[in-house]
């Protein structure tokens, strides 16, 4: 039977999950969720649920229920009611915004539902194992915590029958240590679909905290989705502005250059990094690029477009190019590669003119299920 508090526990989480359906672009778009990350869960501010609880009365001296009256009082109406909001600064609680923690796996079936999103179909599962461990045979010796009770049972009911001490007008059984019989398991490999995410960011003068806020709340739920979709998933960062370099999460979102933008670089380092850690056989490769649009010449759009065509489109699952709106940026270069891949389906682009845009564009790049 399921207790009644496993119940209330369980309506409590649908209404949390309702209000997160209810309220995702406005969580998306202030990155509330992402400020209070852990390891497995975040923390969400929930302001409008309410809990109901027994309080004390409110100190009124009369009224219904509160002693003696007179004939025409009104109603509910006692000490400190009039000019409510008015007067001193007191010392008493005010309203506070309840936090409930959600895990990622929550989060991400969440952003599913919402978005409409396919479940993906994993490919090359045969370059990463796990161990998984099975129960398959029974010996005479092991920690109590894996004794089984049947098979300890029965040998000790054949003993004490064998012997002649079974009562049945007495059926009690009582194992000795010779009867207790303990699982034994067995190690066997797994092989499981492994994935890695390889973000690209332009981090010249051009871009921004606004824009670098964008691009760090948007790779948080692709990295949800993503790693709802596959147990072993790795992440990659490259940073760019003439040149390019791989670095750590941290670095990839605090780093601003002043120099001009070269996007081949990020490419080239990108390909570089797929070559010599993630063949394409045996891993799930995504790719993400964020940037203004700036570039330095046509001739370098160029080399992009090739490396795109020649290399990292054939070994990624999905090529996401993001393109951030700046002040400082032409936007062109979203033009150029669309006009040089107008139907291929791995290649996908989004322009994000604000923290507004962040949904539509997580969609846009995840809706295909690849």
């Not at 009690?172 to 679909?193: A, F, G, H, L």
Request: with cysteine; net charge neutral; aromatic share 8%.
């Amino acid at each position: 039977m399921i207790s009644r508090i496993d119940k209330d526990h369980s309506r409590f989480r649908e209404i949390v999950r309702g209000k997160i359906r209810d309220n995702l672009r406005k969580y998306i778009s202030r990155g509330d969720m992402t400020a209070r990350k852990g390891k497995d869960t975040v923390s969400i501010p929930m302001p409008s649920i309410d809990i109901p609880r027994f309080t004390l009365g409110g100190g009124q001296q009369s009224g219904v229920g509160q002693g003696d009256g007179e004939p025409g009082d009104p109603v509910g109406q006692g000490q400190g009611q009039e000019g409510e909001g008015a007067g001193k600064a007191g010392e008493g609680e005010g309203n506070k915004t309840l936090e409930v923690d959600v895990t990622l796996d929550e989060l991400a079936s969440i952003l599913g539902e919402e978005l409409g999103l396919p479940r993906i179909e994993p490919k090359g599962t045969e370059s990463l194992h796990t161990n998984k461990d099975r129960y398959v045979s029974l010996r005479s010796t092991g920690p109590e915590s894996l004794r089984s009770f049947k098979a300890t049972f029965k040998r000790a009911l054949k003993r004490q029958l064998a012997s002649g001490t079974y009562m049945p007008n007495k059926p009690i059984i009582t194992p000795v240590r010779e009867d207790k019989r303990y699982r034994s398991w067995r190690t066997d490999p797994k092989p499981q679909s492994n994935a890695v995410i390889i973000y690209m960011m332009d981090v010249s003068g051009s871009m921004g905290d606004e824009q670098k806020e964008i691009v760090r709340i948007e790779s948080f739920w692709i990295d949800t989705w993503l790693r709802s979709q596959y147990q072993g998933l790795e992440s990659r960062y490259i940073i760019h502005d003439a040149t390019a370099r791989v670095v750590e999460r941290d670095v990839f979102f605090r780093t601003r250059e002043s120099g001009g933008t070269m996007i081949s670089s990020a490419y080239k380092v990108c390909s570089d990094l797929i070559e010599k850690e993630f063949p394409p056989a045996g891993w799930n490769i995504y790719a993400f690029h964020f940037s203004d649009g700036d570039n330095w010449s046509v001739d370098d759009t160029s080399t992009c477009v090739s490396l795109l065509k020649d290399t990292l489109i054939p070994a990624c699952n999905q090529f996401g190019y993001g393109q951030v709106e700046s002040p400082y940026g032409s936007g062109q270069f979203i033009k150029d590669i669309r006009a040089a891949f107008p139907s291929d389906e791995k290649l996908v682009t989004s322009e994000i003119t604000g923290k507004d845009d962040i949904m539509d564009s997580i969609k846009e790049f995840l809706k295909g299920g690849r």
